[in-house]
Structures are given as structure tokens and as C-alpha cells.
């Protein structure tokens, strides 16, 4: 009886195991599709300069959007195409796609763009951005990309000279999510970074917790030091802008200045810098 009863246990993890894995494979099926079958959009999403309060250009978020699975967040779906190599094509399509509509605005706002390590590994992949600049028409000014330290760990020297190759275009590099990999200090030092993104973990706990609080001020002392802007990415609340504020950040992003969404819905500021309400929002936290 009980050997009959493992039997069946055993059954049944064998049947949902092979629906598991049916449903991998038809998902990675999907996603190396997406691009074809016109499934992915960005959404930008506004970064204000603090003391000017002013937007002062756009972070590029990837959406796939497909008939039968709805929406999947990148967290979700950026992995597995890093897994199965769709993340060459994908994220061609992001850096083409980000720069073609960065080149359509009339204001000279910046698009920062999020580049994963597989793509940094590419030994071309600063040939093809210089190619992307030229076809897309967008001064290599105006484009940021964004690295995580995660990206730096797995071949450091072919890593460092794709990164001097980026910055000799004149496109800006950004360290994402600083404080959540490994040894960022001494990443800091030795790539040729031109921000800091302050990770979100630290910047929704700076009222609950005097430790977060003690670890943005470090890097925004850090950053002042090595002469580079530091921005806090996930601002959600008037509290922690003031926070900010007040310890001399540079520039922030969240949900609080405005929630990723359709570039559309940003005209204001990419067609005419005449009004800008979020600017309102900074300022009317400044003042208290
Ligand atoms: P990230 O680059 O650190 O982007 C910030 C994430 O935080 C975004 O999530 C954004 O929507 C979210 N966020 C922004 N402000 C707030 C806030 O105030 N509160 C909260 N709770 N969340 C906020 P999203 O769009 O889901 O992207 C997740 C991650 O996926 C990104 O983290 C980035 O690492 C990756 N990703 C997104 N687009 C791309 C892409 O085009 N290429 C690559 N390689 N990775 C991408
Ligand atoms: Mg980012
Ligand atoms: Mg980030
Ligand atoms: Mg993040």
C-alpha cells in the first residue's frame, strides 16, 4: 500500500515536472518571437534633477506584452533570455528602439538604457551602438546606459575595454542598483562610470531604518569624493525626496515623479520645456 501510494506521489511529480518543463520551453518559444511578432514596447520613466527640479531625461523600461500571457515584467522574462541568448536581439532592439524615439524629441533630454552583461560581452556590442548613434541620428551625448555590478563580475578585462570603447563615443555609463552586488568600491574605481544609481532597498527604508538611512548618505558622500552625480532610483514618498533633498542628491526617480508609462504620455517634456509640472511636485517638497 504504501509502495503503491509512492508510486503515484512519484507520478505526479513526473506529470507536473513535464508540464512544467512543456510550459519553459513554449515561453522561450515565445519570447525569442516577441520581436517579430512586435510584442515589446518601452516605457520611460522621468528622472529629475534635484536642484533645478527639472526632468532631465528618461529611463528606458522594456515591456512584453503578449496576447495570451498578458503583460510579463522584465524581472521576469530578462533572465531567461540572458539563459537562451534571446538577449542579443532583444536588447539591440531596446538600444535602437530607445534611441530612434531620444532622437524625435524636441528637447535635449537624455534616455538612460538598461544593458545586460551578456550584451557587455559581445565583443562588438560598442561597434554596434556607435552604428546605432549614426543610424538613429542621437547625439552620443544623450544616451546613458545602465550596468549592474552583477554584470561587471564575469570577465572583467573584456568587460573594462567594451566599457572605455562606450565611453570614448561619449555615451554616459551608469552603475545600477549600486550597494546590492560585490565589492562595488572597488568597481567604482575601476570602471569608467559616470553615475551612481542608489538601489531602491536602501531608498524606501531611509525612515524606518538608520542603517539605510547612514548607507545612502555614505554613497552620496562616496559620490561627491569620486566626482560623480549620484542618483536614488525608487522614490516613492515626499518624505524620502526630502530625505534626499536635504543630504544633497542629485537627481531621483520613482513612482513618486512618476510611474514608468507610454513615452506619449511624457510630451510635455520631450516637445516643449515651457511647463513642467513635475518640477512643481520637487519644488513643493523643497519648501516644505
Ligand atoms: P532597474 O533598471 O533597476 O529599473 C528600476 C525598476 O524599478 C523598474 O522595474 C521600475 O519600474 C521600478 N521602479 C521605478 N520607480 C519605482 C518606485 O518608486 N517604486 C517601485 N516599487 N518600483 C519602481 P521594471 O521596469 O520592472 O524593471 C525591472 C528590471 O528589469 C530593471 O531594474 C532592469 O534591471 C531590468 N530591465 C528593464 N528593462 C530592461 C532592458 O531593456 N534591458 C535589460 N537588460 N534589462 C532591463
Ligand atoms: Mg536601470
Ligand atoms: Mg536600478
Ligand atoms: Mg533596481
Known sequence: RAKEEGRNTYRFFEAKMGAEVRDRRQLEHDLRLAISRDELWLAYQPQLD???????????????????????????????AEEIGAILPIGDWVLTEACREAASWKTPLKVAVNVSAVQLHNPSFAQQLHQTLIETGLPAKRLEIEITETALVRDLNRTLATLRQVKALGVEIAMDDFGTGYSSLSNLRAFPFDRIKIDRSFIKQVHSNQQAATIVRAVLGLGKGLGLPVIAEGVETNEELRFLQEESCDEVQGYLLGRPAAIGSFRQYTHSDTDQPLAETVRKVANG
Request: no cysteine.
Open 50 to 80: 534635484i536642484r533645478s527640479s527639472k526632468v532631465v531625461g528618461f529611463e528606458a523600461l522594456v515591456r512584453w506584452r503578449n496576447p495570451a500571457r498578458g503583460e510579463i515584467a522584465p524581472g521576469v522574462f530578462i533572465p531567461i
